[in-house]
């Protein structure tokens, strides 16, 4: 259904990369992009689906100027009752390095009649200092949708 990718020297955040629908049917844009396929733009920034923000404390996580580093799995990846359940804690660290929050994601993926159904929670803590979301464009879920069902690629219906 997808890849969880917690590490990637390019994409400074963790992310889901090759999401696909039941039936084998890809939902996100290739990773890596490819070139006269896919759109090219910004293949450092989405990949497929995560979470990140244009403003937290001043630092930029959307556009990979300030990085979310994987910390550990606080509870590895099982499957139970038709769910695939884990814990992952993060570090948000600022473009000098310093920790801006530590960030813990339970991620479900649970199997419906009609797809999946991904439910992202997460918490985040400061360490040293209050931290604030500022008012950004690029903020929160981020999702790039295979190139076939983009906005882009698909004429708009007349009634």
Not at 1 to 15: G, N, S
Not at 78 to 102: D, L
Not at 105 to 127: C, K, M, N, Q, Y
């Amino acid at each position: 259904m997808a890849t969880y990718v917690f590490r990637d020297d390019k994409i400074l955040r963790p992310y889901f990369a090759h999401v696909h629908a039941p039936g084998a049917i890809q939902v996100m844009r290739n990773h890596p992009p490819v070139p006269g396929v896919d759109a090219t733009d910004h293949d450092a920034m989405h990949p497929g689906l995560w979470l990140a923000f244009g403003d937290s404390s001043g630092q930029d996580f959307w556009l990979n100027k300030a990085r979310i580093v994987h910390v550990r799995f606080v509870k590895p990846p099982v499957v139970r009752g038709g769910r695939v359940i884990f814990t992952a804690e993060n570090s948000f660290q600022a473009a000098s390095g310093e920790q801006v929050c530590k960030q813990v994601s339970r991620l479900t993926v649970a199997d419906r009649p009609s797809g999946h159904l991904l439910i992202w929670e997460a918490t985040f803590r400061p360490e040293q200092r209050d931290m604030v979301f500022g008012d950004a464009e690029e903020m929160g879920l981020g999702v790039r949708v295979a190139t076939p069902i983009a906005v882009k690629q698909t004429p708009l219906l007349s009634t």
